[in-house]
């Protein structure tokens, strides 16, 4: 079973670019999650999609966008990178609550 | 604003021990708790969870409790090992049924 599945794995942009990171489940979980994991900050959360079609904003939301393109897939955005957004992005998805998280092994972004 | 705090120092024991990681929350009082146990470069993968009306769950050889009086969550290892090491986290979930993750306690268990 892959799980939750992250792409890419690394990372480097300039500040200004954008780009899309990838999550996508094959365990028909119906909620979706993105996470930033930042040294002495624990995991923050950006975005989530309680379900298919539908989107809200998270502790962290500035600076980013989502999309839940169907039930497996769910895309984060960076439209214009800052060295601020260097962080390791977690994909996580769930059965809803109260179900534990299933969490992708990562992406790691360094915006120079 | 919603707080979760874990012993913010590395917890050091020796093989065979038990361990015990405190996770203390403060300003809301959660329906569920989770842990979760995270190795270096990889996600966090669950472990255990357990429910407000729930003062203990155990699982093979970890053990959690749930003290909404004290606000206060703590999770045992037994005959802890080696293989054990890693960094733990706790999740409590908030009003709005999302997960708010402390930052981790290391644990590190020395042959």
């Known amino acids: 079973n892959a799980g939750v599945t992250q792409t890419p794995k690394f990372q480097v942009l300039k500040t200004g670019q954008s780009m899309t990171l990838q999550c996508a489940q094959d365990m028909n979980h119906n909620s979706m999650y993105w996470y930033r994991q930042d040294p002495g900050m624990g995991l923050r959360l950006i975005y989530y999609s309680a379900s298919e079609g539908t989107t809200d904003k998270g502790e962290v939301p500035n600076g980013y966008n989502v999309s839940r393109l169907n039930k497996r897939e769910f895309s984060l955005r960076l439209e214009s990178a800052a060295p601020s957004q260097t962080s390791v992005y977690f994909c996580a998805s769930s059965r809803g609550t109260p179900y534990g998280y299933t969490f992708g092994s990562g992406t790691r972004l360094t915006v120079v | 604003s919603q707080k979760i705090e874990q012993n913010s120092e590395a917890l050091n024991i020796q093989e065979g021990k038990t361990a015990t990681l405190t996770c203390n929350y403060t300003n809301y009082s959660p329906a569920y708790l989770q842990w979760y146990r995270q190795d270096p470069g990889r996600g966090p993968v669950f472990l255990l969870l357990i429910r407000e009306n729930e003062k203990e769950k155990r699982k093979e050889r970890l053990k959690v409790t749930f003290d909404t009086t004290l606000k206060q969550s703590l999770f045992h290892i037994t005959a802890s090992q080696p293989a054990d090491s890693a960094t733990y986290l706790c999740?409590?979930?908030?009003?709005?049924?999302?997960?708010?993750f402390g930052q981790g306690t290391e644990l590190s268990v020395k042959p």
């Open positions: 999740a409590p979930y908030n009003q709005g049924g999302k997960l708010i």
